[in-house]
């Protein structure tokens, strides 16, 4: 289990249109969009953007400059002037060419340095948002859609900091700067430059936008869609070999690769087309300046030195907007992939947690469950669990059985806090669960998962995730009930082997009796125990069951098993139909009373296997 990780700082502001958010009130203020939202996480850093639009500003600034000094320096040299009077347009040229590398520098520094500790939050805003979600609302998103939007959503979004603030904001300065030294200079020519900035820093951008924005709702959809296919092959990869389905996996991924790849196109298409705007309106432009600076010149109302700088600065001036179409393309995705992240933050939580919890209680826990019903957020209107009452006291093992689909998993995870109730109560010790934090709760209720999950690291450091600071003689405790320590002392590394990834290095069983080792080691006073031996054989299940029940005496034990073995080793037996109790007693009293235990304890006697020993039966 996954401690509850606490929020040193908030993370994206609530409000933002997402499923799972609850529709505003009328006259409630609108929900904020978006990239509003990230816009409001750089609050704390407006001072470096505000820096990184002047270090912005003043590179592209002094990139004219120096080409318009550079024109007159030219223009004037061709008279053959003392070399005093060019002295500060030489000076001024390596000053503007130094300028330009040095303050282009510090605005990619700051713009940088914003977007990256505004994706540092965003990351771990998505990441307290899963783990609050897990595991119970995690089923709404495909795992590897859900990679795609913490990896590739999540960098999308930094072209808001990168090129949806400085480049916009220097392209307005460097343009009005730019059309009033035209103005200065030849105040018809200076109209006509004015235009094409116009044309080609709003036009271009504009028709960009429009272009790539049906692309870019594409886009972060496919590329999500792409990397959970990928993901569900690498999972599934020994199933696909084994049945021969390879073609028809990669057809698939094929297939969702075409898309992404049409939807890269057509944003590329539309940058293109940006780009290419751009360009003819800057030649135009240029074209414009030079046939009226050429007339005014041949009237005498302009010379040929400022002709030149003219000439040049016209030219200069649409370097401040020519990427504005490709940062509009790149800031329509960062828009769509911005959604799916405040998507994935506004889910709404499969649990609520107390604004002020109450204390934990202390010594021995007595779980208490009353008429609860209990169903899954998305799902059918039918509860999955209706009507159930337990008792689980300190040294007494419950067994909860039934046949598949009847909701015991789902039991469970209303114990461990996963899930709410809609109905009914769990209380400890007479506290509402509802009153008590989420990671209170599951330091009191523990349990071993029917699938466990280990990490890619040993053996030990797998079991110290329930109790970080146990010691070897510690694990040596646990190692006994679990069966493991015949087992660790054969491994040449002993506790020091790495399990790899998913536990992939180890069987089964092995997988199953380190989970349940490391479920003892966190040694919470109420156990829950799902299907504790299902990977197992049949020689080790028995002895197994029994060294961890007896482990467990003191604490409060739910078994739930398909095994009736397992199930008459326990105080009670609950039995639980379609999420209702049909039975309740001892393995005697049930197997003597018609009904669904009877029947399968019933099955299980005539199965006999051909070695003639009584087989065992599991439902």
């Known amino acids: 289990m996954i401690a509850r990780a606490r929020a040193a700082r908030p993370g994206l502001p609530p409000g933002g249109p997402a499923s799972g958010a609850r529709p505003a009130a009328p006259g409630a203020r609108r929900p904020r969009g978006p990239l509003t939202r990230l816009l409001i996480l750089a609050r704390p850093w407006r001072a470096r953007l505000a820096l990184a639009v002047l270090a912005g500003a003043l590179a592209t600034g002094c990139a004219v400059a120096l080409l318009a000094v550079s024109g007159f320096l030219l223009a004037r040299a061709s008279f053959h002037p003392n070399i005093v009077a060019i002295s500060v347009a030489v000076t001024a040229v390596r000053a503007l060419g130094i300028g330009k590398g040095a303050f282009r520098y510090g605005e990619r520094l700051a713009s940088h340095d914003v977007a990256?500790?505004?994706?540092?939050?965003?990351?771990?805003?998505?990441?307290?948002?899963?783990?609050?979600?897990?595991?119970?609302?995690?089923?709404?998103?495909?795992?590897?859609?859900?990679?795609?939007?913490?990896?590739?959503?999540?960098?999308?979004t930094q072209d808001l900091f990168i090129r949806g603030i400085a480049p916009p904001a220097t392209a307005v300065l460097v343009g009005a700067g730019a059309t009033a030294a035209g103005l200065l200079l030849l105040a018809p020519a200076g109209l006509v430059l004015g235009a094409?900035?116009?044309?080609?820093?709003?036009?271009?951008?504009?028709?960009?936008?429009?272009?790539?924005?049906?692309?870019?709702?594409?886009?972060?959809?496919?590329?999500?869609?792409?990397?959970?296919?990928?993901?569900?092959?690498?999972?599934?990869?020994?199933?696909?070999?084994?049945?021969?389905?390879?073609e028809q996996v990669l057809a698939a991924i094929t297939e969702a690769d075409a898309a992404l790849t049409r939807t890269s196109v057509r944003s590329a298409t539309a940058e293109a087309l940006g780009a290419g705007?751009?360009?003819?309106?800057?030649?135009?432009?240029?074209?414009?300046?030079?046939?009226?600076?050429?007339?005014?010149?041949?009237?005498?109302?302009?010379?040929?030195?400022p002709l030149a700088v003219l000439a040049l600065t016209a030219l200069a001036a649409f370097e401040a907007v020519t990427g504005l179409p490709a940062a509009a393309s790149q800031i329509a995705q960062a828009r769509t992939s911005a959604?799916?992240?405040?998507?994935?933050?506004?889910?709404?939580?499969?649990?609520?947690?107390?604004?002020?919890?109450a204390p934990a209680p202390q010594g021995p826990v007595h779980v208490r469950v009353r008429g609860l019903r209990a169903g899954y957020p998305g799902g059918p209107g039918t509860p999955v669990v209706d009507g159930l009452d337990l008792d689980l006291r300190p040294?007494?093992?419950?067994?909860?059985?039934?046949?598949?689909?009847?909701?015991?998993?789902?039991?469970?995870?209303?114990?461990?806090?996963?899930l709410e109730p809609s109905a009914g109560s769990v209380t400890l010790n007479g506290i509402p669960v509802t009153d008590l934090a989420g990671e209170d709760v599951r330091r009191l209720i523990g349990g071993c998962p029917q699938d466990p999950y280990l990490f890619d690291t040993t053996i030990a450091e797998n079991l110290r995730l329930a109790r970080p600071g146990a010691s070897d003689a510690d694990l040596a405790d646990v190692a006994g009930p679990a069966r493991l320590a015949g087992w660790i002392e054969s491994l040449p590394h002993g506790w020091d082997t790495p399990v790899g990834a998913h536990g992939v290095a180890v069987s089964g069983g092995e997988r199953q009796r380190i989970a349940l080792a490391r479920a003892l080691l966190a040694d919470p006073p109420v156990l829950i125990l799902d299907e504790p031996t299902a990977h197992l054989d049949p020689?080790?299940?028995?002895?197994?069951?029994?060294?961890?029940?007896?482990?467990?005496?003191?604490r409060?034990?739910?078994?739930i098993t398909h095994d009736l073995d397992q199930a008459a080793l326990a105080d009670e037996i609950v039995v639980l139909e379609r999420g209702r109790v049909t039975q309740?007693?001892?393995?005697e009293q049930l197997r003597s009373v018609p009904g669904w235990y009877a029947q399968v304890a019933w099955q299980r006697a005539r199965w006999v296997p051909a070695g003639g020993a009584p087989g065992r039966c599991r439902m």
């Open 116 to 156: 990256f500790r505004v994706l540092k939050d965003v990351r771990l805003a998505i990441y307290r948002r899963l783990e609050r979600l897990a595991p119970a609302g995690l089923p709404a998103f495909r795992s590897g859609d859900l990679l795609a939007r913490l990896v590739g959503d999540v960098n999308a």
């Open 196 to 246: 094409g900035l116009l044309l080609a820093g709003l036009a271009a951008p504009w028709l960009t936008a429009a272009v790539a924005r049906r692309s870019a709702r594409a886009a972060a959809p496919a590329r999500g869609d792409l990397a959970a296919r990928f993901a569900a092959m690498i999972d599934g990869a020994a199933d696909v070999h084994v049945l021969g389905a390879q």
């Open 277 to 305: 705007l751009g360009t003819a309106a800057a030649g135009l432009t240029l074209w414009g300046a030079l046939v009226l600076g050429v007339g005014a010149a041949g009237s005498g109302a302009l010379g040929r030195v």
């Open 339 to 357: 959604g799916r992240v405040t998507a994935v933050l506004d889910a709404a939580d499969p649990v609520t947690e107390p604004a002020v919890p």
């Open 395 to 418: 040294g007494r093992i419950v067994a909860l059985v039934g046949p598949a689909g009847a909701g015991k998993s789902t039991v469970a995870a209303v114990l461990l806090r996963f």
């Open 539 to 554: 020689e080790n299940r028995a002895g197994l069951t029994a060294a961890l029940l007896d482990a467990a005496r003191e």
């Open 556 to 559: 409060a034990v739910l078994l």
């Open 584 to 587: 309740r007693g001892t393995h």
